[in-house]
């Protein structure tokens, strides 16, 4: 790593570090911000799984889909695809 790459990172951590003075609930918010922000500068941003967003598990609704289940032989659905 160079000195620019090695400056750049002492100050984030230098920043990172005065994440501890804020509160949980708005700290995450704060983290999701951030990590939006540097997803604008990502050589990866058109990658799906670039930015991961943290979401509370209370704000999460569980579905009744399975990936694991295939559809019977024969159904009319599964065979229109063929």
């Known amino acids: 790593m160079d000195m620019i790459a090695e400056g750049i990172l002492e100050d984030a951590r230098a920043l990172f570090a005065r994440l501890d003075a804020v509160p949980e609930d708005e700290r995450v918010d704060l983290i999701n911000e951030m990590r939006l922000a540097l997803r604008e500068h990502s050589p990866m941003k058109a990658e799906p799984v670039d930015c991961v967003l943290w979401v509370k598990a209370d704000d999460l609704q569980g ?12 159904d009319a659905a599964a065979d229109s695809l063929h």
């Open 63 to 74: 579905n009744a889909y399975n990936p694991n289940i295939v559809a019977p032989p024969g």
